[in-house]
Nanobody, 115 residues
Framework: QVQLVESGGGLVQAGGSLRLSCAFS????????MGWYRQAPGKQRELVAT???????NYADAVKGRFTISRDNAKNTVYLQMNSLKPEDTAVYYC?????????WGQGTQVTVSS
């Protein structure tokens, strides 16, 4: 059973940086596409970034050039480096693991960016 545990969220001033981590367990991490999503109050959950098993990345337009997704298959962990944070980045950030039709979500970590 896949389990995902996010960490690294917190309160940061605009222009600051945070690095989120998502620890994966219960299956073969290297085979999964991993993603970060976020949900702000009153809004739908949206894609932030994904990274395939082969290392290909994809970003939402709103975070391109500011956020970087990466993975460490030896540590079964996916990261989201967030730089130049803006108040509109405030949301709960969720980690997602996907393999064909199987999907698993983490519990989320809060990121709050003050102006």
């Amino acid at each position: 059973q896949v389990q995902l545990v996010e960490s690294g969220g917190g309160l940061v001033q605009a222009g600051g940086s945070l690095r989120l981590s998502c620890a994966f367990s219960g299956s073969t991490f290297a085979a999964y596409t991993m993603g970060w999503y976020r949900q702000a109050p009153g809004k739908q959950r949206e894609l932030v970034a994904t990274i395939s098993s082969g290392g290909s990345t994809n970003y939402a337009d709103a975070v391109k050039g500011r956020f970087t997704i990466s993975r460490d298959n030896a540590k079964n962990t996916v990261y989201l480096q967030m730089n130049s944070l803006k108040p509109e980045d405030t949301a709960v950030y969720y980690c997602k693991a996907t393999l064909i039709r199987f999907t698993s979500w983490g519990q989320g970590t809060q990121v709050t960016v003050s102006s």
